[in-house]
């Protein structure tokens, strides 16, 4: 499996002890909490002002909430990432989403087809919003919002769901633009019987 | 994770007793040597000659040759599963994937993106060839044929190409036609540092 | 007219005196029975062990049953080779719905678009089934499967639509990958006032 | 067969005796040259300045030229309806194109399928650009009409490849809109060993 | 600014003294009423019995009626070129819709996305069924004809709904077919504060 | 034209005085620099501290380089912005690009087709890259950046194509969600013979 590790990226990526602090202490924690450097960090500090600004935006949106938890806002990632296609953000937030989960088989299926992976009424409306807002955003009415209201969510928790797809919809395309390839470790995160530190 | 075991099946699922022979050993064999049975034999056994008929068929393709191996082969249906969006055959196929490949990292990332997994010219020929006779078959050309023979696969073998991923369009709908789930073993196998029997 | 019987195919084909004895069998019923060897017959016997796989199977699935006859099996035929838009089924099997219909116009009618030909709610719900698990099986529902219940089918007559729409969906794709093309007689049978052998 | 012979307009239509004399004339002329009123004229009379208006158009493209003939003319016709699924024109346009061409199974698959019946490279180049133009007409570039001079048309031979294409995206619609059925006589027109008479 | 006023044509565009009398009249007509002549009249040109015909069957829809007014029937243009993506209809009928509605902003709103313009019931039913004939119109049913007269419309003007669509469905064609360009006028025309003759 | 100047907006829209110190300080420069806040700021501001981060994200794009100046920054905005139908963007942005590019007639072009606006080589290779990674961003390749440095961008001017289209990806999809409308005020700018403040 050697070879899995390289970053992918069509850009330059910098060494790291040519960043500036902050992106410095933010790897730093990453592998702390990680065990390794996710590549989107390597491959997006080829403009170090653009990591810094995007992550600080992107960092709120996982912030979790009374009814729409990290579980659920991992799930809108995955959702969003099976829309569009984007390998680097399935194998990444498909691991993060099994561990929030607790649950690898259902975080395995939910990355290949949300419709059949026997979610509740909640999830499926959280899903389904965030997968026309990414396909069809033109299309997207003011009765596709209140589904979200009606199975509990706050307006905050609403906008949330919406703002977390069209983040993933920025994320997506920064990572297939780049070639981004997700990091190997993520593979044996969270698997049945496996390594579940995420 | 209890509940994962169901087959999902909208159509009654006979007792294994009350099958056929033939399809009592092919159970057994496959207990044998999986440690289960594939939900895919437990739901087509509501249509118990279906099931002989299309297994007698769907075994063939699956006998490996020169150019065109065993892992290929699992290679061309989850390339056609993906473009179908086929949760069963995406977990099960996948499963069968890594262990081929003996490539948990690889496996993983064709199931999700095969363009971006850094595949080499003979399997890129291989799933662009699957994807479009999947995707747009209307627009296949001789020339797309001769793409195959370009990376050395024999006429024969290229008509294997077309037939798996043919065999795929077919098997994929009957799995979503019946809401088949794939049993929750498979997501464990052959994954990195953990169960490696498929 | 000259030109139009040949097979189209860009594989070898065999001589027929070269197949198995089964194939040369079936190739004789068929001359006599239609006139004829169909070119699915000629182009599929490159490869004797698939061709008599899949005939296997495929002739299962045009068995008549007591709400779902010879003509509407022909008819999710036509329908699903419409929407995958290939020539040689249209061709053969729009010939075998004008004889099963015993109604030239009506059988045409539904080779170009099912939905404008004035169908009744039972074939219209079958049409509508084969169509979508054809175009976006992904979205098939326990509530598409209650259409076809809800018109009078039987379970296992609810399963013969899937599969016999599943299985075109594989021939369709064999027919497009071999470059099949009809039998020039397909043209003139069951046509008004002209020849009505099939 | 009965039933077959309505127009299906969900407008009213007309009666004949009550419209006014330049159509009259035209649906005698019709019922001279073909033994029946096409239900188009029929439908259309709905509104007759319309009809008029419309039809002063039309007839203008179907006159043929040195390198695009009659049989060209309907070609694009039947390739238009086909990429639009229009029922209506697929089945009376057919039927005209199989008599300008004095081919019947060669009509009979352009009007399933253009790009697998074996046409030259004028006439492929000629559907080619009509299918475009009527699909994704946004894209279409100065190249594309390179290629129709390229097969040996002039500048007005290829303006009216485009004008007849452009044409039938009207006659498609209005076809679709009002629900026109075809007259069922098309059916057996210009079939082998059949009526001949279009 | 200069180089705007090209009609952009891929076709030789005639010298207006050659042309037939009445199209000279045309011309000379526009040129009173708008200042200049449309670059849809010199491009047309080219061939002149066919800018003649094809213009007497337009004109024949832009006449208002009681429920369907000259601003409904260029907004049903504008609608339509939106679905095509055509430039020169959306800027020259995207003026005419301003001046015709007398409100710069709702008219390029409609020429952006009807669906958020805020119009009322009648236009809105008026839009969805011109939008839908223009993507979709295989998929057309009588029920979308009985929206257009739930809202107030006569058959008649039901049928112009259609028809309007029709044609524009064939001028946005001729327009991308020709590359015809919009006059640089148009952009300044119906602006709020600004040149209001149209 | 009164009720043109609400932000539309499907979520409760904060009253300015209760918006922190720096989000006032924003709508007071866009009040002196405009003569109005954008409804944007308005209707993001229900999430204060998410307005302050996506805007820091967000101005960065905007800062004009070398060889991609502040009208090519809008230019992919309004590209972006046309194939994912957003009225507000292309309503705001495109008054943004007629005033940078000092050319009202080419900006309105553009917000309606860039292919037959008649860009050179550089912005037309800038226009196809932000429409392909909005449209098929898993087809992207790297023969896709490299067009990008063929005309001359360095290789921090084709990231910022790419990050500029990845966040108007997610820009629209907000200002779908939360059905913001464009001010009144824009429509008017940078028009011929207008207002020309942007």
Redesign the interface.
């Known amino acids: ?1 050697s ?2 590790d390289e970053t ?1 990226s ?3 990526v910098p060494d790291e002890s040519a960043l500036p602090d902050n992106l410095r202490g933010l790897f730093a924690k990453a592998r702390e909490r990680l065990g390794f450097v996710p590549n989107v960090f390597r491959v997006y500090s ?2 170090p ?2 990591l810094s ?2 992550f ?2 992107y960092r ?1 949106l996982h912030e979790p909430s009374e009814h729409l938890g990290a579980a659920d806002r991992e799930m809108i990632a995955v959702v969003v990432s099976v829309a ?4 680097y953000c ?2 990444a937030h498909g691991a993060a989403l099994r561990a929030e989960l607790d ?4 975080g ?2 939910i ?3 949300w ?4 979610l509740d009424a909640r999830r499926s409306a959280i899903c389904a919003y965030a997968e026309k ?2 396909l069809t ?4 009415t ?1 009765a596709d ?1 209140q589904t979200l209201l009606d199975v509990g969510l706050t ?2 928790e609403a ?1 949330d769901v ?2 977390i ?3 993933y ?6 990572a ?4 981004m ?2 990091n ?1 470790e993520y ?2 995160q969270a ?5 579940t530190r995420t």
Chains 1, 2, 3, 4, 5, 6 share one sequence.
């Open positions: 499996m070879g899995h992918g069509w850009f330059p080829f403009r002002e653009r600004a995007w600080a935006h709120q569009n296609g984007c390998l399935l194998v649950d690898p088989v259902l395995e299926r990355s290949y087809d419709r059949r992976a026997g807002l990414t955003p033109r299309d997207l003011r919002l307006l905050e906008w919406a703002e797809a069209a983040m919809n920025l994320t997506n395309r920064m297939m633009a780049t070639n390839l997700p190997a593979s044996g698997r049945p019987g496996g390594d």
